[in-house]
């Protein structure tokens, strides 16, 4: 049967590859409307001595070493792991799908992964621009997908009782999206990597998003699925995304960790669904992949709270391994 040899957690955001120096001016690439901020302004205005203390590029360019010294230990855990597979669960923000076609779950059962160039790179943020290398390449590219575990997925997630959009083709003119590209560009540097098998949730976009209890049972049939395939296989686990933004939220992101280091399902469901708005949504990616590595000690390796203007808005970055107890 196959093994699942190591668990990862990562978080996603261009904040780690674009430098330090785009900080600040990336802080207003947000719209306060939807995050609910009413009082940007005066929010700015009016921040706390210690918040303001936390806006200094030092303190950015401190930060940014320490979440990249992160990146490079999970990808040196990850390489290191000889997975044959490495199952991801991320998000897509209309890049694999376009916006009239949001499934709540999606499988991807083909052979091979595309990452395009993105066509209004020149039409985006500049801070976005600065890290578009960590995100898709100039030039059109190619990964192995595993279409043996992508299909064996397909079956038993359906078998357990979950709807899932197999995508059985990489669509034509549509490009694997970032928080799988990272993975493949950030922990494996863009060098050899395994075959793929990306798990497409809709956390953003209403009204098809699973609510977070529902992910952990996702999570659970995807491990009885991998522990059920029969491969002589090494699979690795991803989470990809998070943690909360664009309002960072240290409490909540330290609550989501030490629930999933303890493997409790309760304190997940017991966080009010609303919560999962926006980026912050992304947390699911990182609960499903929790609730599939039952039994593996989770290390955190380092949560950086990443602020970027005085309304307190920002990104809790977080990368973490779930490795066999000893």
């Known amino acids: 049967m196959a093994e699942i040899v190591l668990g990862v957690g990562t978080s996603h955001s261009p904040s780690l590859s674009m430098g330090p120096e785009w900080w600040e001016r990336h802080g207003t690439h947000f719209d306060p409307m939807l995050e609910g901020i009413t009082d940007f302004d005066e929010r700015c205005a009016n921040a706390p001595a210690w918040l303001r203390a936390e806006l200094d590029e030092a303190v950015f360019r401190r930060k940014h070493e320490a979440t990249a010294a992160a990146i490079d230990a999970l990808g040196a855990a990850l390489r290191a792991s000889r997975a044959d597979v490495v199952v991801v669960i991320g998000d897509d923000q209309k890049e694999m799908f376009p916006p009239d076609e ?3 779950l999606a499988l991807f059962t083909g052979d091979r992964l595309i990452d ?3 066509p209004n790179l020149t039409k985006l943020p500049p801070s976005i621009q600065a890290a578009q290398w960590a995100l898709h390449g100039p030039e059109p590219s190619e990964w192995p997908a595993s279409h043996a575990l992508g299909d064996h997925l397909a079956r038993e997630l359906v078998a357990s009782d979950f709807d899932v959009f197999a995508l059985g083709k990489h669509p034509a ?3 694997l999206g970032h928080a799988f590209t990272f993975v493949f560009r ?4 863009g060098g050899a990597a395994p075959a793929m098998v990306p798990i497409f949730l809709n956390t953003y976009y209403p009204p098809t998003q699973m609510r977070a209890e529902r992910c952990w049972r996702l999570g659970r049939a995807i491990r009885r699925a991998i522990d059920g395939w029969e491969s002589d296989a090494r699979v690795a686990v991803v989470g990809s995304g998070g943690l909360s933004h664009f309002m960072l939220d240290p409490d909540l992101d330290h609550r989501v960790l030490d629930a999933l280091r303890a493997y409790d399902a309760g304190a997940i469901a017991r966080i009010p669904e609303a919560t999962f708005r926006s980026g912050t949504s992304e947390i699911k990616n990182w609960i499903v992949a929790g609730a599939a590595l039952e039994g593996f000690a989770m290390r955190l ?3 950086v709270p990443a602020y970027r203007t ?5 990104i809790g970055l977080a990368f973490a391994l779930w490795e066999k107890a000893a």
């Open 186 to 189: 950030r922990l494996y540097k």
């Open 173 to 175: 003119q549509r490009t």
């Open 102 to 104: 949001l499934p709540a």
């Open 116 to 118: 395009l160039p993105d």
């Open 310 to 314: 005085g309304a307190a808005t920002g």
């Open 301 to 303: 390796v380092d949560y």
